[in-house]
């Protein structure tokens, strides 16, 4: 007995049909994977590149300058004619106005992540939290005459003391930075607070917890993996600033705990010398790269502890 197929109606492919489907090769899936390897590739070129850019006239400037010399020395004028190499002033200022961006950046931010993720109403979050992000998008240049022009000026009529602080501070460099790395603080840590599980948030409050205890001891947390790399994504992006310290925190190279001095930060150097006329191969010139290894290194360590951190508290909450 034979059947017929139905006019009008198409033959159900048999599995021969289906196999032949499944091995027929897929040349645009194919395509697009080349395309994504090649993306991968790229970027781990370029960061060899840096490296190696970085590397050649490195090893020029310490074949001149001893590395204990460069890391403990106190003293920083390589394009003077009296020329010293100790970074420890480029250093401690780099470190000292970050860590003031990271004392106005990380309260603010974390109280606003938490606000958007446990205590806004839809509404309010649409509206506050690409205001929030709007201030990453602001130019660096700009923060810094806002430093120099307004919170410096601020700061001397509002200053208790005697000695109000100088044209170019520190302090006012570190305040404007860390309102700058306040989107990037509360943004992460906000994604990382709304990821948590609402069956955590119920269980506590069906304790009888009150929001702001879940926030703090439920939400907190289960986000710490999320939080810490905010955090010192912060860190890096205020190494990494060259525009605000370069306008507001001046050009001199001190070795000094006092933020209403002028200080040097290792990019602003990077900056006033690359913008000079140093000559190509010189010990000025190959000191341009030296420092910018070590922010490179800084900021390598800081992304290699952010994995850590994130890998170590991701395996304790989840």
């Not at 602001?138 to 208790?160: K, N």
């Amino acid at each position: 007995m034979t059947t017929t197929t139905p006019p009008g109606s198409a033959a159900a492919p048999g599995l021969g049909e289906l196999s032949l489907r499944r091995a027929r090769p897929r040349y645009g899936e194919k395509i697009i994977q080349a395309l994504l390897l090649g993306a991968t590739a790229l970027s781990v070129l370029t960061t060899v590149g840096i490296v190696v850019a970085l590397l050649v006239p490195t090893i020029d400037f310490f074949r001149t300058v001893g590395v204990v010399e460069f890391l403990t020395g106190t003293v920083w004028t390589p394009l003077f004619a009296q020329k010293e190499f100790g970074v420890l002033p480029l250093v401690s200022a780099t470190l000292l106005i970050t860590f003031i961006a990271l004392v106005v950046a990380v309260p603010i931010g974390l109280g606003a992540a938490a606000y958007l993720s446990e205590f806004a109403s839809s509404r309010a979050r649409r509206v506050f939290k690409p205001v929030l992000e709007l201030l990453a998008g602001v130019p660096t240049v700009v923060y810094g005459f806002f430093a120099l022009t307004f919170v410096t000026p601020l700061l001397r009529d509002l200053w208790p003391g005697a000695n109000p602080p100088s044209t170019f501070n520190a302090l006012s460099a570190g305040l404007v930075m860390g309102v700058m790395i306040i989107p990037t603080v509360a943004s992460l840590s906000e994604d990382a607070m709304s990821a948590v599980p609402r069956a955590l948030r119920d269980g506590a409050y069906a304790l009888g917890s009150s929001p702001a205890t879940v926030t703090r001891k439920v939400v907190f947390p289960a986000a710490l993996s999320g939080i810490a790399a905010a955090v010192i994504l912060g860190i890096s992006r205020g190494l990494g600033e060259t525009m605000i310290v370069v306008v507001a925190a001046g050009s001199t190279a001190r070795l000094s705990g006092n933020p209403t001095e002028g200080m040097q930060t290792m990019t602003s150097f990077i900056a006033q010398a690359a913008s000079g006329d140093q000559q190509v191969g010189s010990i000025g010139y190959n000191t341009i790269f030296a420092v910018g290894m070590l922010l490179f290194l800084f900021t390598l360590a800081m992304n290699v502890l952010s994995i850590r951190l994130v890998r170590r508290f991701r395996e304790v909450y989840e």
